[in-house]
């Protein structure tokens, strides 16, 4: 092995500019490689991330999946029921208290009760329909990043003000309102009630900010027409990627209908594995395109070796034996090329992380984000070394396969 070695050795030190020219080959592409992966799973997780802490990662609602069983279907299985109607109210999640104590003995997290309903906030001639939860300032704290949030206030403020209510800074443009003024809240049921605005926040998605606002229970449940009534829990776990685990094992311990984010996100997290795919795809492009800088470096030392090839066979050594030799010597080249796309892309990620985009919606600045793997690195080095392997195999194979008269022949 160590002759086999010292002859790969000698063909690739001896040839300075091509070696040079392939290693580079194999850094660029080893290098854009892993800043496209660090710049795509990047900027999906931070997306993920602005979207989680928008809204629990569980939702528990005071609603079944399905119609309940019926009688009929319970004594013919061959029954089938359709079409019935529901006339009571939804009463709201019963013994929500108990319910809570026993969630949090072995959930990951913490859990905050809710009562949400819709209604329309009225002000100055401007009816805009939203969504009204009604929340317990101490609880919410570890569930939402609600407090975070806040660009004007305090959500303790929601108790110090008459019916306060906390908006997004989107609709309070909307309707022109600032901190301290009172809007009408008008519900389903006719009731309607004037509240005073305690605060404003900022989530990053427009479409909560225009129409979501938070108030205290009870001016929540007096909109809804129904005193005490808890109709939705709030779970925030400590691994958000547990979140449809714990949703099953919730609902199946309830019986109410129990939502995690990436089931109420399915069809956004959709797109996301088509543009994986996509991204994998140009990447494993460009992996490939930089191997074909070692099939021609090889190509060119195996027609120049023809007569060096025909020697060593005659001399004995096996077909498998010279093949090694020029792989080891792609193995050389993918190796030290390797090595420098590494370092390259880290100058890479660590440069674009620097970089920031300035966004006309918002007015606000915000840094190109990075995620940094070691994962990426060695991925992208064995993958681009299984690719210099395979650019060398194939011209190593066609040379040796010559018989050495033929070489000679050809060569005299």
């Not at 993920?48 to 005071?62: G, K, S």
């Not at 109709?231 to 958000?240: I, S, V």
């Not at 080249?333 to 620097?354: H, T």
């Amino acid at each position: 092995m160590k002759l086999l070695f010292n002859i790969a050795w000698t063909h690739v030190s001896t040839r300075v500019r091509q070696t040079l020219v392939g290693m580079a080959g194999v850094s660029m592409g080893v290098g854009f490689t892993i800043m496209m992966a660090g710049l795509m799973q990047g900027s999906q997780i931070d997306f993920l991330r602005q979207l989680v802490d928008t809204m629990p990662h569980i939702t528990v609602e005071d609603e079944r999946r399905s119609v309940p069983t019926q009688p009929a279907e319970q004594e013919y299985a061959a029954v089938q029921m359709s079409d019935i109607a529901n006339v009571g109210k939804r009463p709201g999640i019963r013994y929500s208290e108990s319910v809570m104590s026993s969630l949090r003995s072995w959930i990951p997290g913490d859990v905050a009760p809710s009562a949400k309903t819709t209604a329309i906030v009225n002000h100055g001639g401007a009816r805009i329909g939203i969504t009204l939860s009604g929340i317990d300032p101490r609880r919410e704290v570890q569930v939402s990043k609600l407090a975070t949030q806040m660009r004007e206030g305090k959500i303790d403020d929601l108790s110090r003000a008459p019916n306060g209510i906390i908006m997004g800074e989107a609709l309070a443009e909307k309707l022109g309102v600032k901190t301290g003024n009172t809007v009408l809240l008008v519900g389903g049921q006719g009731v309607q009630l004037n509240s005073t605005v305690a605060g404003l926040y900022r989530s990053g998605l427009k479409r909560v900010d225009e129409s979501q606002i938070y108030s205290l229970m009870g001016p929540a449940q007096v909109m809804m027409g129904q005193s005490g009534v808890i109709n939705q829990l709030r779970l925030r776990l400590n691994d958000p990627m547990l979140a449809q685990k714990v949703a099953a094992q919730v609902e199946a311990q309830t019986g109410y209908k129990s939502v995690s984010w990436q089931e109420a996100n399915a069809d956004l997290l959709s797109s996301f594995t088509v543009r994986d795919f996509i991204v994998l795809t140009v990447m494993g492009a460009m992996l490939l395109t930089s191997s074909f800088a070692t099939y021609n470096i090889i190509s060119t030392i195996t027609h120049e070796k023809r007569q060096d090839i025909a020697i060593m066979k005659s001399l004995g050594m096996r077909e498998y034996a010279v093949r090694r030799i020029f792989i080891i010597e792609a193995a050389i080249i993918g190796v030290v090329g390797i090595l420098f796309g590494w370092i390259l892309g880290y100058l890479l990620c660590y440069g674009w992380s620097k970089i920031t985009i300035f966004n006309p919606l918002t007015g606000a600045t915000v840094p190109l984000q990075i995620y940094y793997s070691l994962a990426h690195y060695v991925i992208v080095g064995g993958i681009s070394l299984v690719c210099c392997a395979g650019a060398a195999y194939f011209p190593a194979r066609k040379a040796t396969c010559v018989h050495p008269v033929e070489i000679i022949r050809g060569a005299s």
